[in-house]
C-alpha cells in the first residue's frame, strides 16, 4: 500500500469546499466561500481546487484520486440543475424574495431529501462532477463518492486522537440520514446505527430558525443566544419535549418535516420569540444529551467523537462535556456540511492508503501570503504602515488593545473551518463595554444578544472557569461557565448566563505568528491572559482570505489599526 499518494476531497454543496491529504498529513483545506467571496458558497469549488494545486505546486493531471462527497437524489438533482440550488441559497439569504411557489419547492425539498442515493445517483454523480473535473485539467483519474455521514464521521474520528471512542454525528440531513451511531477501534469505523432523515433533530432546529426569521443553516447560533434571554418554560409545558423518543441506538420523531413545521408555526404563535427559542433550544439539549449518554453507555466506551452540525451547538456540546459517562469529548472543529471535503478525502485515504489518524494540532490548512505579496497590497491600497519587529509588536498591539482600540490581525495559513482562531481575527478588550459597543455598530453588526467570544492561555481558563476539567480548547467548540468573581472583568467576552466560547491554547498548542506571545503579553499586564476575538470579515460576509480582503475591511470599517505580518497600520 502506498502511503504517499495526493487524494483530492471536495464538496460542492453547502459551505462547499476542498481538501487535499497525504500520507497522515493534511496538506491543505479551504473552503469556496472564502475564495468567491459569498459566505456559505454553494457552487462548485473550482477556486478551491485550483488554489491548492497552485499553492502545492501540482499539475491537475498529477493528482489521480479523488472523492465526493454526499450522491443523494436531491443531491445529484442540484448536480443536474445548479440553478435550483443557486435560487434557494439567494432566497435563504436575502438576495431574492420568495416567488409563489417557493412554498411548494421548499416541501419539495425536505421530501426529495428523504430519497437515499442508489446506484443511478451515483453514476450521475460521478459523470457530472467527473466532468467538472475535467473541465478543469484532470485526466486519467479515479473519482469515488463518499457517504455524507461516513465523512462526518472518518474527520471525527480520524482526528480526534482516540484510539477507541463512539463518534456520533448528528445533523439535518445527508444522504437521507440525519444521524449516525459509530464504533472506532484501531482505525476501523463500524457503523452501529442510523438516524432517519425523518427523526431529524438537525430540520428541527432549522425550522425554528427559519419561523424566527433567521436564515436557516447559518443562524442556528443566534437561536441558540436567543433561548439564554428566555423566562424558562418548565419542560411539562414544552411539548417539542415529546417530538423526540431516544430508543436505543436510535431517535425516532414523532412527525415529519412538515408537520413539525407546522406545529412549531402554531407554537411561535402563543410565545414570544425568545421562550419558543427556548424550547427548541432546551428540547435539542435534552434530546441530544440523552442519546449520546446512551450511546456511552451502550457501546461500553467512555470517549466520544463529534460531528454534524448539531454539535456547532456549544451548549449542547457542554452538557456532553459535563455528562458524567463522558471522559473525554473531541468535536471536530469543521462540523457541518464545510467540513465533508476533507471527510471524504480522510475516508479514501483510509480506503485507499490504510491512513487513519493525522497529528491533529491546528486547523491552520488555508491560504498564506508571503511578506513582499503583504507590502505589495499595502502599497496598492497606500494605506500608512510602520514594521515592527517580533519582539516588539505584541508589546505595541498590547498598548492599543488595552487602551480600548479595536485591532484587526492577519497572520500565517487561514483557518479551516468556522471560527477565527487568531489568523484573521478582530481582537479587542475582553472587558470594555465601549469596545464591544463599537465592535458592534462598526464591524460586526451582530445581534444585540449575539455575544463575543475570548482567546485564552490555560492558565488563565484554569483560574476563571467553573468547570474547566484540563481539556484544552483550541478550536472553541465548547461553552464553559465563568467564575462570579471574573464576570465584570470579562464583560465584554460572556453571555447572559455567565458562560463563554472561549479557544484555549495550552503551552505545546500551535498559534499563528505571535498570537500566543500577544496574550502573554496582556496576561502580564493584566493578570489574565484573555483578549477578545471574533472573526476578521464585514457583517455578512466569511472571513478575510487575502492582504487586500483585509485592506478593504479595514477601510471600510475605519478600524483602529491593522497588524499584517510584522507590519502595523493605523487607521
Ligand atoms: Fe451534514
Known amino acids: 500500500m502506498s502511503q504517499d499518494e495526493y487524494i483530492l476531497g471536495i464538496w460542492d454543496g453547502h459551505d462547499s469546499g476542498a481538501a487535499m491529504v497525504r500520507g497522515g498529513q493534511i496538506l491543505y483545506a479551504i473552503n469556496e466561500e472564502r475564495l468567491s467571496r459569498r459566505k456559505l458558497e454553494v457552487g462548485f469549488p473550482k477556486r478551491s481546487i485550483e488554489l491548492i494545486l497552485r499553492r502545492l505546486d501540482l499539475s491537475p493531471a498529477s493528482v489521480k484520486h479523488v472523492a465526493v462527497s454526499t450522491f443523494d437524489f436531491a443531491k445529484t438533482l442540484t448536480r443536474l440543475f445548479p440553478s435550483m440550488k443557486e435560487e434557494y441559497y439567494l432566497i435563504r439569504r436575502r438576495k431574492k ?82 444521524g449516525t451511531v459509530n464504533l472506532w477501534r484501531r482505525g476501523q469505523l463500524e457503523r452501529r446505527s442510523t438516524l432517519s432523515g425523518r427523526e431529524s433533530l438537525g430540520i428541527f432546529f432549522e425550522h425554528v430558525t427559519n419561523l424566527l426569521n433567521m436564515r436557516e443553516l447559518e443562524d442556528e447560533g443566534k437561536v441558540m443566544a436567543l433561548a ?4 424558562p418554560v418548565p419542560d411539562e409545558k414544552n411539548p417539542m419535549l415529546s417530538w423526540f423518543q431516544v430508543d436505543g441506538l436510535t431517535v425516532h420523531a414523532r412527525y415529519g418535516a412538515h408537520e413539525t413545521y407546522a406545529r412549531l408555526r402554531d407554537l411561535l404563535w402563543q410565545y414570544p420569540s425568545e421562550q419558543f427559542a427556548y424550547m427548541a433550544q432546551r428540547t435539542l439539549e435534552v434530546k441530544a444529551v440523552e442519546f449520546v449518554r446512551k450511546v456511552v453507555k451502550d457501546l461500553g466506551v467512555r470517549r466520544v467523537a463529534l460531528a454534524g452540525g448539531i454539535f456547532a451547538n456549544i451548549l449542547v456540546n457542554r452538557l456532553i ?15 457541518g456540511d464545510g467540513g465533508l471535503a476533507l471527510g471524504a478525502a480522510m475516508s479514501l485515504n483510509a480506503r485507499r492508503c490504510g ?21 505589495a497590497a499595502l502599497a496598492e491600497a497606500g494605506v500608512p504602515s510602520e514594521r515592527v519587529s517580533d519582539a516588539e509588536l505584541p508589546g505595541r498591539v498590547a498598548d492599543l488593545l488595552l487602551a480600548g482600540k479595536i485591532g484587526l490581525w492577519f497572520q500565517g495559513r487561514m483557518e479551516y473551518g468556522p471560527r477565527a482562531l487568531g489568523a484573521r481575527s478582530i ?66 467576552v460572556i453571555h447572559i448566563d455567565g458562560t463563554c466560547r472561549p479557544q484555549i491554547l495550552g503551552p505545546a498548542q500551535p498559534a499563528p505568528h505571535l498570537y500566543r506571545e500577544l496574550l502573554e503579553e496582556v496576561g502580564r499586564r493584566t493578570g489574565l491572559a484573555v483578549i477578545l476575538n471574533t472573526s ?36
Open 321 to 335: 462535556r459535563l455528562s458524567p459517562e463522558v471522559e473525554s469529548c473531541f468535536v471536530f472543529p469543521h462540523m
Open 97 to 178: 424574495r420568495p416567488g409563489v411557489l417557493t412554498s411548494l419547492k421548499k416541501r419539495a425539498k425536505y421530501t426529495l431529501t428523504e430519497w437515499p442515493p442508489s446506484g443511478l445517483t451515483r453514476r450521475i454523480t460521478l459523470r457530472v462532477v467527473g466532468r467538472e473535473l475535467e473541465r478543469l485539467g484532470f485526466r486519467d483519474f479515479e473519482l469515488e463518492t463518499v457517504d455524507h455521514h461516513e465523512c462526518h464521521a472518518v474527520a471525527a474520528a480520524a482526528c480526534s486522537g482516540f484510539d477507541e471512542a463512539a463518534v456520533i454525528t448528528i445533523d439535518g440531513i445527508g444522504d437521507a440520514l440525519s
Open 355 to 375: 491512513v487513519t489518524s493525522y497529528p491533529f494540532q491546528d486547523v491552520f490548512f488555508g491560504t498564506d501570503y508571503t511578506d513582499e505579496e503583504m507590502q
Open 536 to 571: 476578521f470579515n464585514l457583517h455578512g460576509e466569511p472571513l478575510v482570505c487575502s492582504p487586500a480582503d483585509s485592506l478593504r475591511t479595514f477601510r471600510e470599517t475605519r478600524a483602529d489599526y491593522l497588524v499584517l505580518g510584522n507590519t502595523l497600520a493605523h487607521g
Open 228 to 231: 439564554t434571554y428566555a423566562y
Open 427 to 492: 481582537i479587542a478588550h475582553p472587558g470594555s463595554e465601549k469596545a464591544k459597543d463599537e465592535l458592534n455598530l462598526r464591524l460586526k453588526r451582530r445581534v444585540w444578544y449575539q455575544p463575543f467570544c475570548p482567546s485564552m492561555l490555560e492558565s488563565a481558563a484554569a483560574e476563571i472557569f467553573e468547570d474547566f476539567r484540563g481539556q484544552l480548547d483550541p478550536f472553541m467548540t465548547n461553552a464553559y461557565k465563568v467564575k462570579e468573581a471574573y464576570r465584570d472583568r470579562l464583560r465584554g
